[in-house]
Nanobody, 116 residues
């Protein structure tokens, strides 16, 4: 059974940083592209960042470029999202996902709230 468990969310002040983690199990982690999505209340889900199986290729939403960094550790089956210079617009529930066409598995998410 596939499990993706996110952690590291919380409340942070504008300008602060958080590092999200997502541990995967129940599938061959190294064979899946990994993604971070976010969704704020009343808004559509947004693909924030993606990393290829070997970690060599990454893509980011324009809204987070230069502030967020996605990385992965295949040996420990974990993907990370380092988030810097956070602003109130980053407030959302963040989900990690494992993607290998035609499947995508998604975790339960972790809440990130940016507020003073």
């Amino acid at each position: 059974q596939v499990h993706l468990v996110e952690s590291g969310g919380g409340l942070v002040q504008p300008g602060g940083s958080l590092n999200l983690s997502c541990a995967g199990s129940g599938f061959t982690f190294s064979m899946y592209d990994m993604r971070w999505y976010r969704q704020a209340p009343g808004k559509e889900r947004e693909l924030v960042a993606q990393i290829s199986t070997g970690g060599t290729n990454t893509n980011y939403a324009d809204s987070v470029k230069g502030r967020f960094t996605i990385s992965r550790d295949n040996a420990n089956k974990t993907v990370y999202l380092q988030m810097n210079s956070l602003n109130v617009g980053d407030t959302a529930k963040y989900y990690c996902a494992a993607a290998r066409w035609p499947r995508e598995y998604r975790g339960q998410g972790t809440q990130v709230t940016v507020s003073s």
